[in-house]
């Protein structure tokens, strides 16, 4: 069995910056939620899963699609992200919306569910085919599953931009894993096939999302320093070693911004399969 206690360290300090963003992120990742909710067929009634909740705006859109005679299960690993999505279910009165902080690669859920989805929320796990394996428990015979996840850097190319910006400034950089834990986990349709299907899964079908939401120049510039893979390295700078990192990140990313507005494509696969 993997052990997922550095993963889950991670997105508690990882949580708190998502907090911080959470209105920004669901706005724009809200077309990828729809699109995760539409290929997962919800009907009213059903049970979901939401698997790698964050503050909850997929298993919200999910709550819509079962309405109140079903049930909405939000999980996630990240305690400040939990606490938030139940802050605003609690907030928006919704009922049968519930969230579990918790770790879906071995967490015994009540088995039932018509559905799992997930919005990026896949792609961390140490051990996948173990976690999917698990989730395909959590389903009914013949259950869906519908996900999405990054592609590759090479369809993100502005998920570089930053840090070949930020490279002469630093000693060392994080590097985007491919097979490994982490937002290009998955970035290979041919290992998300193996993963599902050795973990039990069948009718699998991957297709190529693209979801180009404008954002302005500010937007942009958060979503590079604050979000992203620099967030913790200028985090454990001083400002005034901060600063001109910025500067060169804001500078790097002027080609990609056209009258203040920048089309910020998140290019993913969109999966679904069955138990």
Known sequence: MADNRDMSAYWDRTGRV???QQELLDRLFAPIAEA???RADLRN????LD????AGATTFAAAWRVGPSGRAVGVDISAPLVELARRRAGEAGLEGVTFQLADAQTEAFSPGFDALVSRFGVMFFPDPVEAFVNLRRALKPGGRLAFACWRGPE???ISEVPLRAAAPFLTELPAFERNAPGRFG???PDRVRGVLAESGWRDVAIEALDDPTPVSADELLTMSVRVGPLNPILGALDEAAREPIRAAVARALEPYIEKGVARMNSACWLVSAKA
Do not use: S
């Open 18 to 20: 998502w907090v911080e």
């Open 36 to 38: 995760v909710v539409d």
């Open 45 to 48: 009634g059903e049970h979901v």
């Open 51 to 54: 698997v790698g909740c964050g």
């Open 155 to 157: 369809d993100n190319p």
């Open 186 to 188: 998955f970035a290979d």
